[in-house]
């Protein structure tokens, strides 16, 4: 799976959420403090009302959207995500409008000064907030300062501070892109280090050589089907299967052809079961379990005959030479009971290849409970 960069998925948008909503908090505070310095609210009643509602109302959607995303997400998804962008930006034009505001004015002193501390500290906290998406702090950024920087410049006011302004929204435009870069860094590093332990937990399933589930897995897996089956009252089969005269292979044309043989019967037990339910393993040398869910008695056996015919018939040219062999195999099913010992079931499946070996190799056998092992 190839990492994408700067693109805007669940993952970034919760971050996004997080790092950004609690600040809303402050801006409502900070809007009623700044507003009530030297009474400026009573000179100023009108606006100081309407910039004190607009971030009350601001601040109150993004905060229950945050807590109700989900759920918003269920409604519609693409507009719950435009609006979430909206209303950051909204937040950002809002201020930077009051932010203008309180710089035009011929008077008030005091009011802007703490107006441009305040304004430096949100706009500081918010790129670093709208990091993880680059154009988002950026944008935020432009929306809060620009607005009263080129008022100002226009007016020919203050020149002083326009070049500050203007300087300080370069800085911040430069920390935006360092660090979105180092954001997606680590993002990038948690998401190969995902991969990696996702490979090293499929290799430790995984035999290395057929590609089959290994013995370690089967434990956790029979376990886990048993209970399956148990639950639904469903037939569970296993079949065990063993390679007849596996070692003459090995001694006559080396362990190197006995491994292609090996990977060829691993080919021909994944083109016979094919359901998602079916469980092959390579259980431990030329040894093979097939757990099957739902397959009665009479399936379970037709199954484990349609391998031992294929097996018959396949032939591994190896080089020089054409290697052929035949297959035991042992089947046995139940019902499973959560109190029964799941063992048993394997037990059985074991107990009947043993009497398919030794009574001729190349054949069926089944074996249950009730009754002793009978050739098929």
Request: with cysteine; hydrophobic share 45%.
């Amino acid at each position: 799976m190839t990492f994408e960069r700067h693109r805007i998925n669940r993952r970034v948008i919760d971050d996004l959420k997080t790092r950004s909503t609690v600040g809303m908090y402050f801006y409502v505070a900070v809007t009623a403090a700044v507003l009530t310095v030297e009474g400026f609210y009573k000179r100023h009643l009108l606006f100081s009302i309407v910039f004190l509602c607009v971030m009350v109302v601001i601040a109150t959607f993004r905060i229950l959207q945050h807590k109700f995303y989900d759920r918003f997400d269920q409604i519609n998804k693409k507009l719950n995500f435009c609006a979430f962008f909206t209303s950051v930006y909204a937040t950002a034009l809002t201020w930077g409008t009051g932010f203008a505001y309180f710089m035009v004015m011929p008077e008030e002193l005091t009011s802007k000064m703490i107006m441009l501390a305040s304004t430096v500290g949100l706009d500081s906290g918010g790129v670093v907030a709208f990091m993880p998406s680059r154009r988002t702090s950026v944008i935020y950024n432009l929306l809060m300062l620009m607005p009263a920087a080129l008022i100002m410049l226009y007016l020919q006011i203050q020149p002083t501070i326009v070049f500050l302004v203007f300087l300080f929204t370069a800085y911040m435009i430069l920390v935006a892109f360092r660090g979105s870069r180092e954001y997606w860094d680590a993002l990038e590093n948690e998401h190969l280090l995902k991969l990696k332990s996702e490979e090293i937990e499929k290799m430790s399933r995984v035999d290395v050589l057929t590609g089959l589930y290994n013995r370690r897995y089967f434990d956790e897996i029979f376990n886990v089907r048993w209970k399956m089956a148990a639950r639904s009252a469903i037939p569970f089969s296993i079949i065990i299967c063993d390679i007849d005269l596996f070692k003459p292979v090995n001694d006559t044309y080396g362990h190197l052809a006995g491994d292609a043989y090996l990977k060829k019967m691993a080919q021909v037990l994944l083109g016979i079961f094919q359901r998602d339910t079916d469980f092959i393993v390579r259980y431990g040398g030329e040894e093979f379990v097939i757990l099957l869910l739902n397959h009665e008695r009479d399936a379970a056996i037709e199954m484990a005959e349609k391998v031992r015919s294929e097996v018959e018939k396949m032939t591994l040219f190896y080089y020089t030479h054409e290697i052929k062999t035949t297959i035991s195999l042992g089947v046995s099913t139940c019902i499973p009971r959560l109190a029964e010992n799941r063992d048993r079931l394997l037990e059985m499946a074991d107990r009947a290849l043993y009497r398919a070996k030794n009574s001729g190799r190349n054949r069926v056998v089944f074996c249950d409970a009730s009754r002793n092992a009978a050739q098929l």
